[in-house]
């Protein structure tokens, strides 16, 4: 807790810096044009300390959501007295210059501070992926685990945080360039709405590598699996420190099959073999972890949610080129029957997972699938599927192309030797209903185990697809879980420090301002047209702690972060909102085009909408940061 305290202050003194340059800008305009300024203050509320220099009063109050400079004849709902230092007496042009320094000294706290980051160096999360979704927008468009994206829209990619911006405000297809295997390929991805998050995203995760933290091997205040655990990482002689590189022989770097193969080492409760990195020289034997048991509450039979229903094809994939279909049910791959999605990488190479490294090539070109297919026609029937896949690539690339169904299926996978794989269910079979209750998802068989408590229970179900229908009994069991990797190993995104000579981090400050400018308004403009749900903004409290952790990456991150902040600020306080600066404006250019003032009424009846709205505003976004922090997000 004590080393945060560094960036706790770096928040504080950071946004507040912000908010005083801004008020700043309009206290010097004022002053230069000869209004009288009555108050400079930080912050709203209640003054918690402050003092007064001739005509003004200078003070820090203590909700600090803003802050203002309070100028003579400014407050439209009072009367002026129509002396020279007051702010009605100006001329039109200088008002405009009074309202609009706020904002030019944001744009030049940025334009500034960016160069000065750039030369230095800011460090980002390297914009690799790690992870596709199976069928999600990244997929579809032919991004592979390990790619690294150069540019979109044309723009250069400095950190994965780009990909995520760009693509969450982005309409339509978006050009996408991509280094693979020291080529550059261009690409296009079409983001698709993710119901969950509120906005536009691909699927992807950037790479990482897996760090085994000094608390994961401590014995102290732990108890039962967890110590046991604990215990288990001293004996095989990890160190605090260490890297995991790969997990069964399959790369961290591959985030998709890695954790695919810790969920199945978890599922079949199997040893886990872990290659490690130390002092940037690998071992040369894995260490082994030995299954570690915790029994939890609640009930299982043993089960996952989809089974082997081919839920997508890609024309052109080396699924499609194999002869698979939509709704196909995979029954074997080279003559052995499946058990979990991992299974099927297992199945292709040889035992050992298809993604795993090696040299020697698979012995058999010819993989061999058999499914069942429905016809409408004729009923179900298998069909013996085979295609050449005489390398491990070529075999990586076509499991990475097989989308099987998820939650939304009645299919399953089963766990062999689990209560529901001894109770008669297996691998692709469609429930149909439980204890006499029809089945429409994943979710319904969830609910029923956990209300049966231990009661055996009545499975109806379709195997092969539309062939027979089977009555099983089935009882749940305890669950109990394989703990021997949980919170041992913590995932660290894979960075990388950008620097650029002085002479040129002018321009590639000016080149991130507007590009930073840009992402904002696209952002404004998605969630006004709906494509970015309202719940995605955020307050003080989410500036305040996305400014804490940018400065734990690095001093010149957080300066970035900062940056972009004081943009943000600069923009939202230009939109011609009434009591914003924007608002401002839009009453001065009325004034100038008619001649004379809006009526002291009718500013003052747009002021208190104004006000009503931004104070509303600010409750819903400080609601949006109080649920983050319930989530845990």
């Known amino acids: 807790m004590l080393a945060d305290i560094p960036h706790y202050l770096f928040a504080v003194l950071g946004i507040g810096f912000i908010i005083f340059i801004h008020e700043l800008g309009h206290y010097l305009a004022a002053r230069a044009v000869g209004i009288r300024v009555e108050a400079f203050s ?186 046991a655990v604990a215990m288990q990482l001293q004996e095989k002689g990890l160190h605090a420190g260490d890297l995991v590189a790969a997990v069964n022989g399959i790369p961290v770097s591959n985030g998709l099959w890695s954790r695919r193969e810790i969920r199945r080492a978890h599922y079949l409760r199997a040893p886990m073999a872990l290659t490690v990195v130390r002092d940037e020289t690998r071992l040369p034997a894995p260490i082994v972890l030995d299954p570690v048991f915790e029994d939890a509450d609640g009930w299982e039979i043993g089960v996952i949610a989809g089974g082997p229903v081919i839920a997508k094809v890609l024309p052109g994939s080396p699924v499609a080129q194999m002869g698979l279909e939509e709704g196909d049910l995979v029954v074997r791959i080279n003559g052995a029957p499946l058990s979990s999605p991992s299974n099927v990488a297992l199945l292709l190479g040889g035992g050992l997972s298809v993604f795993a490294e090696r040299a020697d090539p698979p012995e058999d070109p010819v993989v061999r699938v058999s499914v069942v297919r429905d016809n409408p026609e004729s009923g179900s029937s298998v069909r013996e599927l085979a295609h050449a896949f005489a390398t491990w690539h070529t075999r990586q690339e076509f499991v990475d192309s097989l989308v099987f169904a998820g939650t939304e299926s009645r299919n399953v996978w089963v766990r062999p030797g689990g209560p529901a794989s001894k109770g008669g269910l297996r691998t692709g079979d469609a429930l149909v209903a439980i204890d006499g209750v029809d089945v429409a998802d994943f979710d319904t068989l969830r609910e029923a185990v956990s209300q049966a408590e231990g009661a055996t229970m009545a499975f109806r179900v379709k195997r092969n697809g539309h062939g027979e229908t089977l009555q099983l009994q089935i009882t749940p069991a305890r669950k109990r879980l394989n703990v021997a990797l949980n919170g041992v190993v913590t995932p660290r995104i894979l960075r990388a420090t950008v620097t650029v000579p002085f002479a040129e981090s002018f321009e590639v400050g000016l080149v991130q301002t507007r590009r930073i ?117």
């Open 517 to 633: 400018i840009i992402r904002i308004v696209q952002t404004l403009r998605s969630i006004v047209g709906g494509r970015v749900a309202a719940k995605n903004l955020g307050g003080i409290i989410t500036i305040f702690r996305a400014s804490k952790t940018t400065s734990k990456i690095g001093l010149m991150r957080g300066l970035l972060f900062l940056a972009m902040v004081s943009i943000n600020l600069a923009i939202l306080n230009i939109l011609p909102i009434p009591v914003l600066d924007g608002g401002w404006l839009v009453f001065l250019i009325i004034e100038k085009i008619k001649g004379s003032p809006i009526s002291e009424g009718t500013m003052a009846y747009f002021q208190w909408a104004g006000l009503i709205f931004i104070l509303g505003l600010m409750v819903f976004v400080t609601w949006n940061d109080v649920a983050r922090l319930i989530e845990g997000v």
């Open 42 to 227: 930080i912050g709203f509320g209640k003054r918690l300390f402050g003092w007064t220099r001739g005509a003004t009063e200078y003070k820090v109050c203590l909700i600090p959501l803003g802050g203002y400079v309070k100028m003579a004849g400014e407050d439209p709902t009072k009367p002026t007295t129509g002396r020279p230092d007051e702010f009605g007496s100006k001329k039109v042009w200088q008002r405009v210059l009074v309202i609009s320094a706020g904002v030019i000294m944001n744009m030049i706290f940025a334009l500034v501070v960016l160069p000065i980051a750039f030369t230095v160096g800011i460090p980002f999360e390297e914009p690799v992926i790690g992870e596709v979704t199976p069928g999600g927008p990244a997929w579809e468009a032919g991004i592979k685990s390990g790619d690294r994206v150069l540019r979109i829209n044309d723009r250069r990619v400095l950190g994965f945080d780009d990909i995520l911006y760009d693509m969450a405000v982005a309409t339509g297809p978006v050009p996408v360039s991509v280094e693979r295997g020291g080529r550059t390929i261009e690409l296009s991805v079409t983001p698709k709405e993710d119901a969950e998050r509120g906005l536009p995203m691909i699927g992807v995760l950037p790479a990482s590598d897996w760090l085994i933290e000094a608390d994961a091997l401590s014995t102290e205040d732990k108890e039962g699996a967890a110590l």
